[in-house]
């Protein structure tokens, strides 16, 4: 898979420079997609609790290919089955302070049938998760916009900004 960005702890506070770097990273894994409806809006959550948005995807069980992880996600995040029409590529990110290094699996998705609710589990009901659907415009606007005030979240906005313009610009020259 396309390598399409590399997140450090540097691009995401650069006032950090002189922090300790780590040994070694634990890894995750994860699917996550820009996901149109029939309308051509797209799915954003919205992180009230940590004012930030948030493209629908996460962590691939021990089980699941990378598909079947997104299409779970889906269902449990924005309430809808959804077609993966393209790979889009992969994003790495360099957790410092968790020792995390998280590789995204990124896609483009259409929702197939009706939407339906989320199924959000108790700790995104207590950070305040919110659907919206948007113009690809206006999701790279509010992605833009984002403020989180939570260490998580400021790596989530960067890494679902880059994928939101790397598909918008793929977008823009279809056209």
């Known amino acids: 898979m396309n390598l399409l960005k590399t ?8 006032e950090n420079l002189a922090a300790p770097k780590v040994e070694k990273y634990k ?8 996901v149109f409806d029939q309308d051509g809006n797209v799915a954003l959550l919205y992180v009230s609790k940590h004012n930030y948005y948030k493209l629908p995807g996460g962590g691939i069980e ?16 924005i309430g809808c089955n959804v077609e993966v029409k393209n790979e889009i590529g992969e ?11 998280q590789v995204s699996y990124c896609y483009v998705a259409n929702v197939v049938g009706p939407k ?15 659907i919206v659907w948007v113009s690809l415009d ?14 998580n979240g400021n790596f989530i906005v960067i890494r679902d900004l880059a ?4 598909v918008s610009d793929r977008m ?3 056209d």
């Not at 994003?91 to 290094?101: P, T």
């Not at 994928?163 to 790397?166: F, I, K, Q, R």
């Open 7 to 14: 997140i450090r702890e540097s691009d995401v506070f650069p």
């Open 27 to 34: 890894e995750r894994f994860a699917a996550r997609a820009v």
């Open 62 to 77: 021990k089980e699941e290919n990378i598909v079947e992880a997104l299409k779970r996600e889906c269902l449990e995040e």
């Open 91 to 101: 994003i790495l990110e360099y957790r410092d302070q968790h020792s995390l290094k």
């Open 116 to 130: 339906g609710e989320p199924h959000f589990e108790q700790g995104e009901i207590d950070e305040g998760f919110q």
């Open 138 to 151: 206006k999701a790279v606007e509010l992605m833009r916009q984002s403020r989180s005030n939570i260490y």
């Open 163 to 166: 994928l939101l313009e790397v």
């Open 172 to 174: 823009q020259t279809l």
